[in-house]
């Protein structure tokens, strides 16, 4: 406690300081001065030359003496406890019997009995469970502090129960040591326990609104690919975690081929989710030009620093090519993909890994790793394997383990690997994770999917070579006939387009899946055609707008190795 603070409310100090003032008062019609001497002469007198005792006051500098401090033992205790504003209740016995109330508790809880047990006497006590904490220090001998209690009218209060010891005189006239009190302290805590539920429920309003806003700017439903069972799920970290800025996208590019990606942006709350979205909004564009995945993730770097040069993201731009039976890469800083095969055995996506996107200056590569039927693969962000204290490759280890023995469905398998890496809802991370199946189809669904191919020499004979295979091939998959009939056509005019502006190597390809017919042309030539209103005099031109107009949809790209690849889809009727 501090006494000073409190001792010029003292009654004796108050007389003690009047009479000060008087003598001052009376020094100063005597002549003496009343300027302040230097600190070091008023602490330290020199004494006179003669010899004579020090005057406590220094002549001739107006110096009034220094004031007396007042002695401890002068102070009354109940006076002490009476002034303070807190709330003070002094127990005794082991079944703390009221002894002393002060001004302050009897005014917020109104007068109560001395004598009667507390349980009995002073029920907010009980309401506020301190009971059995004055057991405790009673016990222990120890004080004890209990923050935060409420009380019925809503008021919060810092409760410290201090042991204290007092004599008592027993039968003999001796005191009795073991006679012992408590001094019940109760600090009213009510604005600040306010202030502190309205900063937490504004932290929270807040957190709400980024986990919105993150939740909006995740695909709300992923697309599925005719080749592909995909899955993903987003665990936001707990009620004490700001929200991260980790997103995951499925992005049909057409030729039954899919772009996969996941990213984590490097930050925290709503600006971390807005530049997740900036992010996922520029990879849908990007991979709507069918690039190569490095150069997907080259304009994504380029774009992050002026989004925002402060933030950078990692990012695993993954593309699906379900006739070579590959997953093409690009990793920007991200985490491995992880490949399961059908036997169990589990491998990692080698290198090549850039820096995160927004540091700028660096080309990035792509790889690629087989994705057979019957494999599962898994992209996945930081939050799910790393751990504080450990290093990351054991937490990626241990997804590996938890990948071996996975069994089911992708979005079985997402739940599992959560579970098995100790993801819950206190996880002080954000956790995105992907995954995808390549089935192994067999039986009556194997039927749905079928694959052809024709090496085309060039020459006069190629068109005709053409016609003729595609018309074998559909009526061999049992199409209706307007079907085949539009797919002869398409072949006819794809190919008649390549022998006529591409080089070889030429290869027509035809696949279908349970829900479309794809044909696919590539040659040798990087100039990717593009569609053009054709005069009436032209007697070319016309290819790419036939083919727009009677497909689904179409699309070019450029194919690794150098050249370029035509292709259109037709949409099966519904049976």
């Known amino acids: 406690m501090n006494f000073t603070r409190w001792s010029a409310r003292f009654p004796g100090t108050q007389r003690r300081a009047a009479a000060r003032n008087e003598h001052a008062a009376a020094q100063a019609k005597r002549g003496e001065g009343s300027v302040p001497a230097a600190r070091g002469a008023a602490a330290h007198p020199a004494p006179p030359p003669d010899g004579s005792p020090a005057d406590p006051t220094v002549r001739g500098t107006g110096t009034a003496p220094l004031p007396a401090v007042p002695a401890l033992d002068e102070l009354s205790v109940r006076e002490v406890l009476g002034l303070l504003p807190a709330l003070v209740a002094l127990v005794h016995g082991p079944e703390h019997r009221v002894a002393y109330l002060n001004d302050a508790y ?12 507390a349980h009995e006497a002073l029920p907010e006590l009980g309401d506020l469970g301190l009971l059995p904490l004055l057991d405790q220090v009673q016990r222990s001998g120890k004080p004890r502090t209990a923050k935060n209690r409420t009380a019925r009218g809503g008021s919060s209060y810092t409760v410290t129960c201090t042991p204290v010891e007092f004599p008592k005189a ?35 309003r807040q957190r709400e609104a980024a986990v919105t806003l993150q939740r909006s700017l995740l695909p709300q439903e992923l697309e599925q690919p005719d080749d592909l069972r995909v899955a993903a799920t987003y665990q936001p970290g707990g009620t004490e975690a700001a929200v991260g800025g980790d997103w995951y996208d499925v992005i049909t590019l057409g030729a039954g081929r899919t772009a996969l990606v996941i990213g984590d942006v490097m930050g925290r709350g709503v600006r971390a989710a807005a530049v997740m979205g900036q992010l996922r909004t520029a990879v849908r564009a990007y991979a709507r030009l069918d690039l190569p995945p490095h150069e997907v993730l080259q304009l994504l770097d380029g774009l992050a620093a002026e989004i925002d040069a402060s933030q950078i993201a990692t990012c695993v731009y993954a593309v699906h090519d379900p006739n070579e039976g590959l997953l093409a890469y690009a990793s920007a800083g991200h985490l491995p993909i992880l490949v399961r095969d059908e036997d169990g055995t589990v491998r990692r996506a080698a290198d090549p890994t850039g820096p995160p996107l927004g540091t700028g200056g660096w080309l990035h590569s792509s790889g690629t790793i087989a994705l057979g039927p019957g494999s599962t693969a898994v992209l996945y962000t930081d939050g799910l394997v790393e751990r504080r204290g450990e290093d990351i490759d054991e937490g990626v280890a241990a997804l590996e383990r938890a990948l071996s023995g996975a069994q089911g469905t992708p979005a079985i398998i997402c739940d599992r690997l959560m579970r098995a890496l100790g993801v819950d809802a206190d996880h002080d991370d954000d956790v995105a994770v992907m995954v995808l199946q390549q089935p192994a189809r067999t039986g009556a669904d194997a039927e749905l999917f079928h694959n052809a191919a024709l090496e085309l020499l060039g020459g006069v004979e190629a068109a005709p070579r053409a016609r003729a295979f595609a018309q074998g091939v559909l009526a061999s998959w049992r199409f209706p006939a307007e079907l085949c009939d539009l797919g002869v056509l398409a072949a006819s005019e794809l190919v008649a387009n390549s022998l006529q502006h591409g080089t070889p190597p030429m290869r027509l390809r035809l696949r279908r899946t349970d829900r479309r017919l794809i044909i696919e042309v590539t040659d040798g030539d990087d100039h990717l055609p593009r569609r053009r209103r054709a005069e009436p005099a032209d007697e070319t031109g016309r290819g790419i707008s036939i083919i727009a107009t009677i497909a689904s949809s179409w699309g070019t790209r450029r194919i690794p190795g150098g050249g370029k690849a035509v292709w259109c889809e037709f949409a099966l009727p519904d049976k």
């Not at 027993?170 to 019940?184: A, C, F, K, N, Y």
Request: charged share 30%; glycine share 10%.
């Open 170 to 204: 027993d039968t003999d006239g001796e005191p009795d040591p073991h006679h012992s009190g408590i001094l019940v302290h109760l600090a009213d805590v009510t604005d600040h326990a306010e202030a502190v539920d309205r900063l937490r429920a504004s932290e929270r």
């Open 106 to 117: 009897t005014a917020g809880f109104g007068p109560r009995t001395t004598g009667a047990p």
